[in-house]
């Protein structure tokens, strides 16, 4: 259990190899424990995210530091992760309220929270010479050079009767700026092979709050909250909140 907690943190950080991902994401449908955790790194890391400010950082590094386990925690959870906590709850907390009853701001929510799906369909083989398509395509992605590999997708044949590829080809529409044309693919897509079930009602909802349909941008977050799977869970229900005010 501790290895997929570290995978977890890697995972959120951007970090976590694609080799392992497929591992994670099976540990994670049967852990309930693992769901939780997952909810509490997506929390904490984008409100760390929101800090640029370095003494802030230091501060919580050194309420990291300062904190000891105590047996009233009932989740083992890395220590990092509780002194992190701690540290938001104490520093920014007041900030947090305020925002939290905030109207919503549809390009900066999804500035913030747009993280495009991971790689999930090939595994890259670096330091070769001859590169077959889908992996030139995968290793722009992963690179976060989106529009070179939405160039390839679009001239490469089988994306059009593949579903995968299609939904991957949608997130660089969303990392682009294309957001109409992304809503376009995933509307149409059937049941995504490999990828999470909630994904493709994360990302239309996503997609449809920054064009300015909250209707529909709420029909797409709720249907998140009803998914079985904890993929952007606690995300979904916040902006659901914020979308109804």
């Known amino acids: 259990m501790e290895k997929y907690r570290n995978w977890l943190d890697q995972y959120i950080r ?32 984008q409100e760390i995210k929101k800090s640029s400010d370095s003494k802030l950082k230091q501060l919580l590094q ?16 890395p220590m990092r992760w509780i002194g992190i906590a701690a540290s938001i709850v104490v520093l920014l907390g007041a900030v947090f309220i305020w ?27 670096r330091g070769t010479n001859q590169i077959a398509k889908p992996q030139r395509i995968f290793l722009a992605y992963e690179s976060a050079q989106y529009q070179e590999a939405l160039d390839l997708l679009i001239d490469y044949d089988p994306v059009s009767a593949n579903p995968q590829l299609s939904f991957y080809k949608a997130m660089c529409m969303l990392a682009t700026g294309k957001e109409q044309a992304a809503i376009a693919v995933l509307e149409n897509l059937p049941r995504i092979p490999a990828i999470d079930p909630n994904a493709k009602p994360w990302f239309l909802g996503l997609a449809y709050m920054k064009i300015g349909d909250k209707a529909t941008a709420t029909k797409k977050f709720q249907a998140v909250l009803d998914g079985k799977s904890p993929y952007q869970k606690t995300n979904a229900e916040k902006l659901l909140k914020k979308l109804q005010k």
């Open 62 to 77: 050194e309420e990291e530091k300062s904190i000891s386990a105590s047996e009233g925690i009932v989740r083992k959870l």
């Open 99 to 125: 925002q939290n009853n905030a109207p919503i701001n549809q390009q900066d929510s999804f500035q913030e929270l747009f993280i495009p799906y991971p790689n999930d369909y090939v595994t890259i083989e």
């Open 14 to 45: 951007g970090e976590l190899p694609t080799s392992k991902f497929s591992e994670l994401k099976s540990a994670l449908k049967d852990s309930p424990e693992l769901q939780e955790e997952y909810s509490l790194f997506i929390d904490l890391n």
